[in-house]
């Protein structure tokens, strides 16, 4: 089994490797083999959203849970609703869409109540006090067990953390992406966790660099930089593979519960989960701190 971290202040333990299933793909077997696998391998949290392909990915979540669904804390999002002809989607974080979309999810995901109920996305002007009364309704309707948000904007998110109850913040967070870290430990000390999505950085921290497109880098990153880090981590380390070094990475910290890379296939989630085996030493996180740049968020500040 995996290591188990507890959420924020409430009583949802999920295991430091979670599955983020927006990368599942739409082939129904093999969606749920890949979650079936996870499940087997120990990972205990399973992300989706309502916005991932339409929903269709909720019900694909759903079938693979079916008599599972005990084994796994249980989360997707809401906040995106798709346009009638679905050829986009706006934003709509009123009391009323939330109140209505979570039964949509329920019904999708083929069950009773969802455990992590989370807004995908969010800005300063939107009726927060009115968001967290929908959010603290469900919970005593018994529809959801907890909720968090979906942010990577320091004004929401100092917001939700002194105006709601909110158990996480999920964050993209990896080596090339240290932007959350001048946000850790407030969010820590507020009784909070991180959920870090995105550790592989779109497969840049992985041995797909080397047969990357040499134009394509990732944000502040040209692709030769990236290319240069991941070479000093292969010097690094020493029989582990870089997967498993990028996903450990953003566990480092206390506050991140788990890291949910995503999953296409079978060996990539039986290799995902086999991060959980390795290590980084306090000079080895300092090695990478050091090869990486700690940028801050630049929009959306106080």
């Known amino acids: 089994m995996l290591k188990e971290n507890q959420l924020g202040s409430s009583n949802l333990y999920v295991s430091e490797i979670g599955l983020g299933c927006m990368s599942l793909g739409e082939d129904e077997q093999t969606s749920i083999n890949i979650?079936?696998?996870?499940?087997?391998?120990?990972?205990?949290?399973?992300?989706?959203?309502?916005?991932?392909?339409?929903?269709?990915?909720?019900?694909?979540?759903?079938?693979?849970?079916?008599?599972?669904?005990?084994?796994?804390?249980?989360?997707?999002?809401?906040?995106?609703?798709?346009?009638?002809?679905?050829d986009g989607w706006e934003w709509d974080p009123s009391r009323n869409?939330?109140?209505?979309?979570?039964?949509?999810?329920?019904?999708?995901?083929?069950?009773?109540?969802?455990?992590?109920?989370?807004?995908?996305?969010?800005?300063?002007d939107d009726p927060i006090e009115e968001i967290v009364d929908a959010f603290e309704d469900l919970k005593k309707e018994g529809l959801i067990r907890e909720y968090g948000i979906s942010s990577i904007r320091p004004n929401v998110i100092k917001?939700?953390?002194?105006?709601?109850?909110?158990?996480?913040?999920?964050?993209?967070?990896?080596?090339?992406?240290?932007r959350p870290e001048e946000w850790l430990?407030?969010?820590?000390?507020?009784?909070?966790?991180?959920?870090?999505?995105?550790?592989?950085?779109?497969?840049?921290?992985?041995e797909r660099i080397f047969a990357s497109s040499p134009d394509k880098g990732f944000l502040d990153y040209s692709h030769m930089e990236i290319k240069e880090i991941v070479l000093k981590m292969k010097d690094l380390a020493n029989g582990r593979?870089?997967?498993?070094?990028?996903?450990?990475?953003p566990l480092h910290h206390p506050t991140v519960a788990s890291t949910i890379p995503g999953s296409s296939k079978m060996a990539q989630v039986t290799s995902n989960a086999a991060a959980s085996t390795i290590s980084l030493s306090n000079d080895e996180i300092h090695l990478l701190q050091e090869w990486t740049k700690n940028s801050q968020y630049k929009n959306h500040r106080d």
Not at 159 to 176: A, D, F, K, P
Not at 185 to 206: C, D, F, H, T
Not at 241 to 249: N, P, V
């Open 241 to 249: 593979s870089l997967s498993h070094i990028a996903i450990r990475y």
């Open 159 to 178: 917001e939700y953390l002194s105006r709601s109850n909110i158990v996480s913040i999920m964050m993209q967070y990896s080596l090339l992406d240290r």
């Open 185 to 206: 430990n407030l969010i820590r000390e507020n009784g909070v966790s991180v959920i870090a999505r995105g550790p592989l950085a779109k497969g840049n921290l992985s």
């Open 97 to 124: 869409y939330i109140k209505h979309a979570v039964k949509n999810s329920l019904l999708r995901l083929k069950t009773d109540y969802i455990d992590l109920y989370q807004l995908h996305g969010g800005t300063i």
């Open 35 to 86: 979650i079936h696998r996870a499940l087997e391998k120990g990972t205990t949290f399973v992300d989706t959203a309502d916005l991932y392909e339409f929903g269709k990915n909720e019900e694909l979540v759903g079938k693979a849970l079916k008599g599972k669904r005990d084994q796994c804390v249980l989360a997707t999002k809401v906040g995106n609703r798709w346009s009638p002809d679905k």
